[in-house]
């Protein structure tokens, strides 16, 4: 059951109001043998009271309160007990009109409140009173409705920004999670291109190792120093990246890999097997950081899919052209597979029918055991028809969201290359 808190307070309210009203009509009432006016008696006390009565639900039926208070004071004047004495409570409750209801209906109330004035002042025994008073009347009743309609844009003012205040918080708590989301987007982008890399080269090289232990002791004890070196390096990288996510430590700061480190790659890509050339063209300019890591990472993921996918004998082909608005970036290599779309997509388990079906590089059944790994960045041992992969989606956004354009397919002479264009304004 609700309870309404404003019947407690209006009914003091209501009390006061009569008590008030009831003193100014007795003490204040005209004297006999005042002309045409009549003294106070229980009967124009009682008119009183019933006036003061609709003070008590001012709040809940303000319109219906005012006609019923204005309603026993008209019957005062016009029984000649005078004006302005029990006038009180029409007052309260053209406030309560202007302050709680629209505007319309509170403009109605003042016309209402007004017009019994005229009424009286002319017909009533009001009429022998002066203009100044008359005037003085006037204001009062278009103080009292200017101030209730002052209240209430108040009020209307205060609930806004209130209400401002409140969408701004949803707002920033929006602009929060979606931060958080992009940054878990990020972590995890990083996290793969990492991880992925430095685990197929040291794959690659563990298997070199497998080979040669027993033929060439020498040359496996060099493979399983690089595997190590390779691991300490992808432990470090991990530790710079997770390390944000902590909050009992402070994260080890430093600088993101960029096309300055992309030699140091192609070099550590050369000792896992995998025959690649770096050619830079053009001036390095200012280049920004996040373009800067994003081709970087287009690279380090093109050159582990090569390794991946490519085949024995492969070749690859880093290019990077420094142009005065644009920073083009591509991967080629002349691998075998040459049946994959831009989207990167597998063709599992086509080993035994490449030159028919143009499988893709995960079909290498005969020479890679039967890996389902597409070109597109799935990953080694994915099945047919499975899920995509993260590497090329993790480049397409990251291409995307530096306003670049990404080119992913298989090259017309046979092979795959991976291409980015990054936009630059300014030369910068």
């Excluded at 019957?75 to 007052?91: E, H, K, P, R, W």
């Excluded at 209906?105 to 100044?132: E, F, K, N, R």
């Excluded at 120093?225 to 080890?252: K, P, S």
Aim: hydrophobic share 45%; proline share 5%; net charge positive.
């Amino acid at each position: 059951m609700r309870i309404d808190r404003t019947l407690l307070p209006d009914a003091v309210l209501a009390v006061a109001v009569a008590a008030a009203s009831v003193a100014l009509f007795v003490l204040y009432g005209p004297e006999p043998p005042a002309a045409g006016l009549r003294a106070p008696d229980a009967a124009g006390v009682t008119l009183v009271l019933l006036a003061c009565v609709p003070v008590a639900l001012r709040r809940r039926w303000p319109m219906a309160g005012l006609c019923a208070a204005l309603a026993p004071e008209t019957l005062l004047s016009a029984l000649g007990y005078g004006t302005g004495v029990a006038g009180l409570a029409g007052l309260v409750m053209l406030y309560s009109v202007a302050s709680y209801r629209g505007l319309a209906l509170a403009l109605g109330a003042l016309l209402l409140a007004g017009a019994l004035y005229l009424v009286g002042a002319l017909a009533g025994p009001a009429a022998g009173m002066g203009v100044s008073d008359h005037l003085m009347a006037v204001v009062v009743l278009v103080a009292v409705w200017g101030a209730g309609r002052s209240l209430r844009l108040r009020r209307a003012y205060l609930a806004e920004l209130q209400d401002r205040a409140a969408r701004l918080e949803r707002a920033h708590a929006a602009d929060t999670r979606a931060a958080r989301a992009e940054e878990r987007s990020r972590i995890a982008r990083e996290l793969h291109d990492v991880v992925a890399h430095h685990v197929s080269v040291m794959t690659v090289q563990a298997s070199a190792a497998g080979k040669v232990l027993a033929s060439d002791p020498e040359l496996a004890r060099e493979a399983l120093a690089a595997i190590e070196h390779t691991g300490r390096m992808a432990m470090a990288e991990m530790r710079n990246i997770v390390g944000v996510l902590r909050a009992d430590a402070r994260a080890e700061l430093g600088p993101q890999p960029g096309t300055g480190d992309l030699p140091a790659l192609v070099a550590q890509m050369r000792e896992a097997g995998l025959l690649t050339r770096l050619t830079v063209e053009g001036s390095a300019g200012a280049i920004p950081a996040g373009v800067d890591l994003a081709a970087y990472r287009l690279v380090q993921e093109g050159l582990t899919n090569t390794l991946r996918h490519a085949g024995a004998g492969a070749r690859a082909l880093v290019t990077v052209r420094h142009l005065p608005d644009e920073l083009d970036v591509s991967v080629a290599d002349d691998g075998r597979g040459t049946g994959l779309n831009g989207q990167g997509a597998a063709a599992a388990g086509q080993g035994a029918a490449q030159g028919g079906q143009g499988a893709g590089r995960g079909g290498q059944g005969a020479d890679r055991g039967g890996e389902p790994a597409g070109r597109g960045g799935q990953g080694a041992g994915r099945p047919a028809g499975g899920p995509p992969g993260h590497g090329l989606v993790g480049i397409r956004e990251r291409v995307a969201l530096y306003g670049g354009i990404l080119s992913v397919g298989p090259r017309p002479g046979g092979g795959f290359e991976v291409r980015a264009r990054f936009p630059l304004k300014d030369g910068r």
